[in-house]
């Protein structure tokens, strides 16, 4: 079936160590995204990429970094520099061609810093 | 992208109808109200977008005002499952330029069905 896959879901880390989520689609979207959820918020929106090779920052991409070397997979990885990584990271993609570019989302990966 | 203001809260009977309002009074013509809906834990899923008309799908109906200020959720016969975080959100179409790739979610409304 369509849709995306992230993982892990799971992740623990300790503090000073990088980690790369994993985020894959199999839409054929042009467009994905990367947002941050913590407890009781709304979604904020860290980076995004609208074609391969290609990405901007979002309104919280301090301490995060991503790449767009394929349409299928923009991975993210959080950085010793988040200062308060411990969150909810779920990520998306929308078509390019549609006029309202639906957004269809993962499950979802959750890291805890240690 | 204007902004949006929901309830943070509310409760509805289950098989009852379900409806969430939404106030967008800044919206621009060119701009569409989508919502979306999140299960506890879960990633964010579509439900719903319109830009003048109201419109029904198999998941609920959005239901906007003339000056479209504002704009209603109606999901008809409310069950447990449909107990989540409810979205508003405005956005311009893909199509009008600018950074129209990115839709902002605020934190919505908790719905919470009852038995």
């Known amino acids: 079936d369509g849709g995306i896959t992230q993982s892990p879901k799971y992740l623990f880390r300790k503090e000073g160590q990088n980690v790369t989520l994993s985020c894959e689609q199999n839409?054929?979207?042009?467009?994905m995204y990367w947002y941050r959820q913590d407890p009781g918020q709304g979604l904020r929106l860290i980076y995004y990429?609208?074609?391969?090779?290609?990405?901007q920052k979002g309104d919280i991409a301090e301490g995060y970094s991503v790449s767009r070397e394929k349409k299928e997979s923009f991975p993210l990885t959080v950085t010793s520099a988040q200062k308060n990584p411990t969150a909810f990271y779920l990520c998306?993609?929308?078509?390019?061609?549609?006029?309202?570019?639906?957004?269809?989302f993962g499950e979802g990966s959750r890291l805890t810093v240690l | 992208d204007a902004k949006t203001t929901q309830p943070t809260s509310m409760d509805c009977a289950e098989g009852r109808a379900a409806n969430l309002p939404c106030n967008h009074s800044?919206?621009?013509?060119?701009?569409?109200v989508y919502w979306y809906r999140q299960i506890h834990s879960q990633g964010p899923q579509y439900i719903i977008h319109?830009?003048?008309n109201n419109e029904t799908n198999e998941m609920a109906s959005l239901i906007i005002t003339e000056d479209r200020k504002s704009s209603t959720l109606i999901l008809p016969h409310a069950t447990l499952r449909d107990t989540a975080v409810y979205y508003c959100?405005?956005?311009?179409?893909?199509?009008?330029?600018?950074?129209?790739?990115?839709?902002?979610f605020g934190k919505g409304t908790l719905l919470t069905v009852n038995p």
């Open positions: 800044t919206i621009s013509g060119n701009e569409y």
């Open positions: 990429s609208q074609i391969v090779n290609d990405f």
């Open positions: 839409l054929n979207h042009d467009a």
């Open positions: 959100i405005v956005r311009v179409a893909k199509n009008s330029g600018g950074s129209n790739y990115k839709l902002t």
């Open positions: 319109g830009l003048k």
């Open positions: 998306a993609s929308s078509a390019s061609g549609a006029i309202t570019g639906e957004l269809f």
